[in-house]
Each structure stands twice: as C-alpha cells, then as structure tokens.
C-alpha cells in the first residue's frame, strides 16, 4: 500500500502544478478584476509561482522516492507548457489588450508558448539529466514575463513597442543556442553550486527591493552569468 502511494506523489505534485497554470489563465482574462482581494493579474502571478513550487517538489520527490518514468517526465512537460508559457502569454495579452494595444502586438505574446513548446522539446530529447543546455528554461522565461507585466502595470504610460520587443526577445531566447547553466541542485554544496547559489541571493535581493519587478532583473542576471560563465569555460579550456 505504502509502495503505491509512494508511486503516486510526484505526478500528483505535477498535476497540481498544471492546476496552477490553469487557474493562472483563468486569473489572467480577469487582469484588473478582484480576486481574494488581490488583482487578477496578480493572483495569476501567484498561481505561477505556485506552479513552480510544486514543479521543484516533483522533480524532488521523483529522484528521492526514485519513481522517475517516462510518463512523469512527459507530464511534467505538459504541465509546464500551460503554467510556464500558455499563463504568462496570456496575462501580457490580456494586459495589452487593456492597454488598447493592436491585435498584432497582442498575439507576439503567442511567441511564448510556441517557442516554449519547442524549448521542452528539445530539452526532452537532448538534455535531461545534464548540468547544462541551450536555450532560457522556460520557468525562467515565466518569471521574466512576471516582472515585465508588473513593470507595464505599475509604470504610467510604458512604452508598448518596447515591451512588445521584451516578449519576443524573451521567447526566443528559450530556442536560441544559448549555453546556460542548470539550475537543478544536485547537493547543497555551495563550492559544487557557486552559480546557483549566487543566482538565488541575487533573485532574493531583487524581488526584496523591488517586488514582482524584481523577477526580471533576476533573469536578466541568470542570462547575463551565463554568457560569462560560458565564455570563462570556452576560454580555460572546460568543457
């Protein structure tokens, strides 16, 4: 019984993670309505990065418990592809289309899921499992579209082209061949995870000063430490 159980929890936590994203598109067509007393887009920020909380724990739970399958990491994907790229696309479409932005400038919000789409793909089949790939992770692009959808709220007459460039950029990073570093923890040891560590206090420190915009500034970090890392690698030698 306790076998069976035990065989359930990581899909289960995957499951929960694509509710997330499905309550974080519902939130998202509501953007300047109150939801348990918080705006819509931001109630879809928070069912994001609960989806990204139980994204981490599935992911945990799968390699502790060893009950990694070929279903899980299909599911995973999936879930992912809606809590990941459909949710964020669809807040900073919603939020464009407030804004009375053209139907053209809504729909490059669409870039995110298909480059998404295309991103879990190729991670599928290439680089599962290794400490480093190509292209942003798609939670980080998530993230990313976060801080840009906070700063288009919160900054009285932003510039829609440049925030439209900022959504195409960010989803094409996702397949570009760009060599960025993991950010799955293999131990909590900080000389072996010099990188990851460095990239958590930097986050910490930005969403702390300011806010959800401080999510952009994180993954401008992480894009930026990778190109240098890379660089230093390709330049000692290290493979």
Sequence with gaps: MANNIKHYIPNTLTCLNLLSGCLAVVCAFSPF???????????AFCMILSGAFFDFLDGFFARVLK??????????????????????????LNLFKAAGCSLPMQLVCLLIP???????????????GKSSFSGLPIPSGALFCIGLADIMVSQSGFNPYAAAGC????????????????????????RRNVAGWLLVAVSAACVIIWGWT????????YVLSSFVIFFYR???GRS
């Design 167 to 190: 959504t195409a950029l960010v989803a094409l990073l996702m397949i570009a061949p760009l060599p960025m570093y993991s950010l799955k923890f293999k131990s909590f040891s900080l």
């Design 67 to 92: 009950e990694t399958s070929p279903i899980g990491a299909d599911l995973d994907s999936l879930s992912d592809m809606i809590t990941f790229g459909l949710a964020p696309s669809m807040i900073l």
């Design 114 to 128: 298909l480059c998404g789409a295309l991103r879990l793909a190729r991670f599928n089949v290439y680089f599962i």
């Design 214 to 221: 401080g999510f952009l500034f994180a993954i401008v970090y």
């Design 33 to 43: 309505d109150s939801i348990a007393g918080i705006y819509g887009y931001q109630a």
């Design 234 to 236: 390709h330049s000692s």
